[in-house]
């Protein structure tokens, strides 16, 4: 019996150490496709799960760093969703290939047209932003994310430098170094133009190769031709001065 109840015990404080720990796995993220190296443009997914089992995630608001603003903030269309760009005058303006920007993207919000995002599923919102900042570290985007209970959940918390993560942190985007080719892709188009080019040279080579081997043929053909009517005609003189 004693046995039993301390079994029963064990399972329920499991139980709640799961609990208490699911929102930790479960909070929203910020996720890019690629390298987001400073300076340069990269694709980021807003990974957003549901972590309720007993009502759908019907919005979700993204905020955009002010601190750091991002001149070109571009969202992919998702189907069933409704998807609006807010932008705001900036303080203070910044410059973008040698122009002033006055205003940028500070939100973008997503509104479900049908069931949203149900129990036990995540939705992922894409979106191209850029030029990434040269002079910061890292992104924080504040999101709010609503189910159809009208249960608000804000994931703003930004977590302190060594400190634990907060209940509800603020989806972050850390930022690499910038790299030779990063911020535009030159390296990669140089590469992509650069393999054409090889392919037709090797085939021009080949192409090359191949005419001075059926020249070589045709001429050796040729002289096999005069070098056997050169025979024959020996043959037929030296049967006319023997019959002479």
């Known amino acids: 019996m004693r046995a039993s109840r ?58 955009f760093p002010t601190d750091h603003p991002l001149a070109s903030v571009m969202p992919e269309k998702i189907d069933g969703w409704r998807t609006d760009v807010t932008r705001s005058k900036l303080a203070k303006p910044i410059e973008m290939h040698g122009e002033k920007i006055s205003e940028a993207v500070t939100k973008v919000t997503w509104t479900a047209d049908g069931k949203g995002i149900e129990p036990g599923y995540f939705q992922k919102f894409p979106v191209s932003v850029g030029a990434l900042p040269e002079d910061a570290d890292q992104l924080v985007f504040k999101a709010l994310q609503t189910y159809s209970d009208k249960q608000v959940v804000r994931w703003i918390e930004v977590q302190a430098k060594g400190g634990p993560e907060p209940q509800n942190p603020a989806p972050v985007l850390e930022l690499a170094a910038a790299k030779d080719g990063d911020a535009h892709g030159t390296a990669a188009s140089a590469a992509g133009d650069a393999e054409p080019a090889a392919r037709t040279a090797a085939a021009a080579a080949s192409g090359s190769k191949g005419g001075s081997d059926t020249t070589a043929r045709v001429l050796g053909v040729v002289g096999i031709v005069v070098g056997a009517a050169g025979v024959a005609y020996g043959v037929l003189a030296g049967r006319r001065r023997t019959t002479a």
Not at 18 to 34: K, N
Not at 41 to 59: G, I, M
């Open 6 to 63: 301390l079994a029963a015990a064990g399972a329920l404080a499991g139980s709640a150490v799961l609990a208490l720990s699911a929102p930790a796995f479960a909070h929203v993220t910020v996720q890019p496709e690629t390298t987001p190296a400073k300076g340069g443009y990269v694709v980021v997914d807003f990974k957003v799960p549901n972590e309720r089992d007993n009502a759908s995630t019907t919005k979700v608001e993204v905020n």
